[in-house]
């Protein structure tokens, strides 16, 4: 009977812990910033997660709602700071400049010929002014990773069937991949590109869909998988179809498990 009293006690007290634990996740600390275009601005939401520094996740396209909450919940447990563009709900950013209205994708001018080919793209007219307000828009982002900074993890939802893990099997852009790996019990859609051969090796390991990209010849886009591919960081792009919260949740995991 002591003993048996005795078990239960024991349960109480680790049923206890066990609670305080699971519950005592990190606050964010947010702080907004904002760009300004003139008459508009763009606002820059930091969430700080505990102390932690290192990891970073990046969400650039406000349309992509899911990938941000699963950054958010991740980031709950883990801690790190996630960076996000406050755009309405848009996927493309726009600004007055020179009485022109302006628009460009967010993931396409961390390089001066990927937010040439942007600029140019999506607008009939583009002038110094309106490419020096992009490239100072740029930096402006670029300022809010710390230089701390040990893992970059960008997160992005896509369509169904629109953009996939297909996009890059061999013979379709070969020149951007080093290696691939498809698992075919999983949605193509849910995929990661990396730029890290460990980083590829223990993603492959939890049999997700992974791309190795080939920094050196990649086609520059104007990304951040390009800016990032020639830097000495571990950078992950995460795709995961638009919805697939819980998918993207075990994705950001999947990272996070390969880190350790």
């Known amino acids: 009977m002591r003993r048996f009293i005795l078990l239960l006690f024991c349960l109480k007290i680790s049923s206890f812990c066990f609670s305080q634990t699971d519950s005592s996740l990190f606050t964010p600390v947010v702080t907004t910033y904002y760009f300004d275009w003139g008459k508009d601005s763009t606002g820059i939401l930091v969430s700080q997660y505990g102390s932690r520094k290192g990891l970073v996740i990046i969400h650039l396209h406000d349309d992509e709602i899911s990938s941000a909450e699963a950054a958010k ?5 883990t801690g790190g700071i996630l960076i996000e563009l406050g ?4 996927r493309l950013v726009s600004f007055k400049k020179e009485g022109k209205k302006v628009q460009f ?4 001018i961390f390089t001066a010929k990927g937010r040439s080919q942007n600029l140019h793209y999506l607008n009939k007219t583009v002038t110094p002014g309106i490419t020096r307000s992009v490239k100072a828009f740029t930096a ?3 300022q809010k990773i710390p230089k701390s900074l040990v893992t970059l993890v960008a997160v992005h939802n896509n ?3 629109n953009y996939s893990i297909n996009s890059y ?3 379709t852009y070969s020149k951007d991949v080093l290696k691939w790996y498809k698992n075919p019990k999983r949605d193509p859609d849910n995929f990661f590109i990396v ?3 460990e980083m590829f090796k223990g993603i492959k390991k939890q049999y997700f869909n992974v791309v190795l990209q080939n920094s050196m010849k990649a086609t520059d886009d ?10 000495n960081l571990v950078y992950v792009n995460i795709e995961t179809q638009k919805g697939k919260l819980d998918e993207q949740v075990a994705m950001l995991n999947a990272v996070f498990n390969t880190l350790k």
């Open 73 to 77: 919940k991740v980031l709950g447990h």
């Open 87 to 90: 755009n309405n709900g848009k």
């Open 105 to 108: 994708d967010p993931n396409r």
């Open 140 to 142: 402006f982002i670029l």
């Open 159 to 161: 369509q169904n069937g």
């Open 169 to 171: 099997k061999p013979g």
């Open 195 to 197: 730029n890290n051969n």
């Open 222 to 231: 104007g990304s951040l998988s390009v800016y990032y591919g020639k830097k």
